[in-house]
């Protein structure tokens, strides 16, 4: 199956389902006054809805919050290794960055590292080749955090992880909430993978999530954006690493503003309709 063409995507909902333009439901059936009218417009909405940040959902307080660094180990990053993912290598220096920040402000660092064996492999074996040769074999250096990003000793590392979601099976929800984190930051590989799994759960564990746009790599552009725009949709906050620091060393002013500008709307919005 080839990946499709979205760049209408009214033409790319018809071709994914299969449906013809003359299936699409009328402004006589699927209608929300001042939102859209029939179901052509319903998918134009949805898809620019895709792209609004919500930053008014929650504030980021850094004293309540803790960097998950997810699956960064020696055969994700290093090239020279067989499932390193390009994009999460040139993003080290993002990543190095935001921990040292983490660190100098007293934001925990918790790592996660992907490892499996013959008796803890699920599917793996059979959907990843490279996997089943001896990538990230539980106990290879392979399986070690990236070199570059080497947890100090003070910091945890859940090192049994043997599936995409960093909670499943894992310590990592004690952890957290042990020392009273609210809000999690994101960043790692693959972003439609772990990062994606990792972050769903935290959000379905009553977690406030943060997902790095440029710390979260893939080796697929279409998926990693795929994954974003969920997130932003209806997940976490979606911001740049520079946005993140920012934040957590100057408080959160995007989500201040964000809040006001809501206001501003719904009261336009309710004016309005007094007319």
Not at 95 to 115: D, F, M, Q
Not at 185 to 203: K, V
Request: contains cysteine; glycine residues 6%.
């Amino acid at each position: 199956m080839t990946s499709k063409d979205f760049t209408d995507p009214v033409e790319g909902f018809l071709d994914v389902y299969g449906r013809a333009t003359d299936d699409l439901l009328g402004a006589t059936v699927l209608r929300a006054p001042g939102v859209f009218e029939g179901e052509r417009q319903f998918i134009q909405f949805a898809d620019r809805d895709y792209d609004v940040d919500r930053h008014w959902a929650f504030k980021i307080k850094r004293e309540q919050c803790a960097l998950i660094v997810v699956d960064l180990q020696e055969d994700f990053v290093n090239p020279k290794n067989p499932m390193c993912v390009p994009e999460a290598y040139r993003q080290i220096p993002r990543v190095k960055r935001t921990i040292e920040a983490c660190r100098s402000l007293g934001v925990p660092v918790i790592y996660s590292a992907h490892n499996i064996a013959s008796d803890c492999c699920a599917d793996f074996y059979e959907f990843w080749e490279p996997i089943a040769a001896g990538a990230i074999k539980e106990g290879t250096a392979g399986a070690d955090i990236y070199h570059e990003i080497y947890p100090r000793p003070d910091e945890r590392v859940i090192r049994v992880k043997h599936a995409y979601d960093s909670f499943a099976g894992t310590d990592l929800d004690y952890v957290l909430r042990d020392r009273d984190v609210k809000t999690v930051i994101i960043c790692g590989t693959l972003t439609n993978f772990c990062c994606e799994s990792t972050a769903r759960t935290a959000y379905f564990l009553n977690y406030h999530v943060v997902f790095g746009s440029d710390i979260n790599a893939s080796d697929n552009a279409f998926a990693h954006e795929a994954t974003i725009r969920t997130m932003r949709r209806g997940f976490a906050r979606v911001l740049d690493h520079e946005a993140i620091i920012d934040i957590l060393a100057n408080g959160d002013r995007i989500h201040d503003e964000a809040q006001r500008e809501r206001q501003r709307r719904k009261a336009g919005a309710s004016v309005g309709a007094a007319r």
